[in-house]
């Protein structure tokens, strides 16, 4: 079973909204990190969160964990247009991913 | 090199032919990993080295499909007899380790399989 799931599937947003985006997990970790992809291509890892953080940021990146509910968020503030992507988690040292979250920002 | 890289960028074959894919890991990457993503999917997982223990094979579709990885280095992804439901962007991807750390992603290659 996959250990990392994020939802919404889809979210759409106005450029300067702020985009949440969560993801669940089902058992323990010692970290869990978030990734963005343009266009099919490559992977880009944004942040990892260790277990021992509850809340990590990075410029206009900010990433809680629970550990107790086994979910963390992404939140982007301020979103431009150039963050269309998909975004997808990692729980720990997992193999899979989930199937991500489309952001699409418009102008 | 900086990063990981792949090659070739894309690829289209006939059906029933065979493909070989690259993939050369950051050096000193010990943790090698293989995923496949169709069109407006998530990545689907194929296959995971990690030094020099035994492959985690299990992801592979069928036993057309196969990997290996020499010198703890270089890997190739090799599909055989090719079927058009094989099409889609197979992305490589190493870590310094299975500890859980980052996994940085090369760039992909687009397979189109006519």
């Known amino acids: 079973s996959q250990q990392g799931e994020e939802d919404p599937q889809a979210l759409s947003i106005q450029e300067g909204e702020n985009a949440t985006m969560n993801c669940s997990y089902k058992?323990?970790?010692?970290?869990l990190q978030w990734y963005r992809q343009n266009s099919g291509r490559g992977l880009v890892h944004l942040i990892l969160i260790r277990s021992n953080e509850r809340e990590k940021h990075s410029g206009r990146l900010r990433v809680t964990l629970d550990t107790s509910k086994k979910s963390s968020s992404l939140l982007i503030t301020a979103s431009r247009a150039a963050d269309t992507a998909s975004y997808f988690c990692?729980?720990?040292?997992?193999?899979?991913f989930g199937g991500g979250t489309r952001l699409m920002v418009k102008p | 090199g900086a990063g990981v890289s792949q090659s070739p960028s894309n690829k289209v074959t006939e059906k029933g032919k065979d493909v070989e894919l690259r993939c050369d890991p950051i050096?000193?990457?010990?943790?090698l990993y293989w995923y496949r993503q169709s069109l407006g999917q998530g990545l689907e997982f194929l296959i995971y080295?990690?030094?020099?223990?035994?492959?985690?094979k299990s992801g592979l579709p069928s036993d057309r499909f196969s990997a290996e990885r020499t010198g703890g280095s270089v890997s190739t992804l090799t599909i055989q007899r090719t079927q058009q439901e094989d099409s889609a962007v197979y992305l490589c991807?190493?870590?310094?380790?299975?500890?859980?750390?980052?996994?940085?992603f090369g760039p992909g290659t687009r397979l189109l399989v006519l």
């Open positions: 991807a190493s870590s310094a380790d299975r500890g859980g750390e980052t996994q940085y």
């Open positions: 050096s000193g990457h010990t943790a």
């Open positions: 058992t323990s970790i010692n970290n």
């Open positions: 080295f990690q030094g020099n223990s035994a492959p985690d």
């Open positions: 990692r729980a720990g040292n997992m193999l899979t």
